[in-house]
């Protein structure tokens, strides 16, 4: 995951000069500062690589899916076979 960079004191002034005082500037920009160090934020990089490995996984899964149909097939395949064997002699 990646950091947000977050200039504290442009976004200060900014409020200051919106109307809020010094010292609510200063403590709405902590409590920002305080959520932004604490949430994860996914880029657009870190979603490609997360489907990147959920189409990987897929595909796996899928051949896995694939040999144990077949596998279950050719043993039921077998037994009917020998079911029939069985009752013609």
Do not use: C, P, Y
């Not at 997360?50 to 899964?61: C, R």
């Amino acid at each position: 995951m990646t950091s947000i960079t977050f200039d504290t004191l442009q976004f200060a002034k900014e409020l200051e000069t919106k109307g809020f005082s010094t010292k609510q500037a200063e403590g709405i920009t902590g409590t920002l500062q305080k959520v932004i160090n604490v949430a994860e934020v996914a880029t657009t990089r870190d979603i490609k690589e997360l489907e990147l490995t959920l189409k990987n996984d897929i595909e796996k899964t899928k051949g896995e899916i694939i040999k144990w149909v077949m596998g279950l097939l050719v043993g039921q395949t077998a037994l009917i076979i020998g079911v029939i064997l069985k009752t013609l002699h």
